[in-house]
């Protein structure tokens, strides 16, 4: 799921092949967006809450505008199921993750490939963007955490970060941190400025799957298979 902006929109994916947009009331209204031939995997909202970005098995991203649910354009972007997608914050790119083992940058303009980052051994699982545009950052079943700089399209820092798959990963509000989630039960917080990790922290009992940070960054919170 992906929340708006102001809170008054939810997004949500589903193996149902929909996107569906929600109303925050108690009502809970929802607009379903049939648009994918394959399960929906993941979903994003630009920063100023106006456009809708999916990715799904069918190998395709595309993008909508919140508002009227209109339908802007697609990206055949991978050579395999997407797993993940983001906007960048200043919504000008798209990042995305695969099964095909890349990271992909796209122009949200031209609609045109600017990237691929072939580092990976396996899955891509999760893409996320550094608060202050910068830098992308992913993690991958192959057990480690990338991050790459987008303007010399450059591999910045590379972590062997967990003795499982890494589900998801999430940016400090201040950038100068990074949490990550994996299959190895583990939650771990890292030092971007120094490289290296601060705590790993023991929560869950299974595979810890996902994770992110309060706006004011003084909370996280993160879920699992337990």
């Known amino acids: 799921i992906a929340v708006s902006p102001d809170g008054q929109t939810i997004v949500s994916a589903s193996a149902d092949e929909t996107v569906r947009v929600w109303t925050n009331s108690v ?30 098995d069918d190998k395709t991203l595309k993008v909508f505008t919140v508002n009227d649910r209109k339908f ?18 200043d919504s000008r790119l798209i990042g995305s993750g ?4 890349t990271v992909r940058l796209w122009d ?16 891509v699982n999760c893409v996320r963007f550094h608060p202050d545009g910068t830098c992308i950052a992913s ?25 499982d798959k890494v589900n998801q990963v999430a940016f400090h509000p201040n950038g100068r941190y990074l949490l990550s989630a994996s299959s190895d039960a583990t939650l771990k917080i890292w030092d971007l400025r120094q490289g290296h990790i601060l705590y790993t922290l023991y929560g869950h009992e ?7 940070f309060s706006p004011c960054g003084d ?6 298979a337990d």
Request: overall charge neutral; hydrophobic content about 35%.
């Open 139 to 163: 993690g991958a079943s192959d057990k480690s955490i990338k991050i790459w700089d987008i303007r010399s399209q450059r591999l910045l820092q590379h972590y062997d970060a967990h003795t």
């Open 108 to 123: 949200v303009t031209q609609k045109s490939l600017i990237k691929s980052f072939e580092d990976h051994e396996a899955a």
């Open 206 to 212: 299974g595979a810890s799957t996902c994770v992110n």
């Open 72 to 89: 802007m354009f697609t990206i055949s972007a991978h050579a395999n199921w997407i797993r993940t997608c983001q906007f960048s914050p």
């Open 98 to 101: 695969s099964d095909d083992r």
């Open 219 to 224: 909370y996280f919170t993160s879920a699992g």
């Open 27 to 56: 009502s809970g209204h929802s607009q379903a967006i049939k648009s994918h031939s394959a399960p929906v995997k993941a979903v994003a909202l630009s920063s100023d809450g106006h456009l809708l970005l999916s990715g799904s």
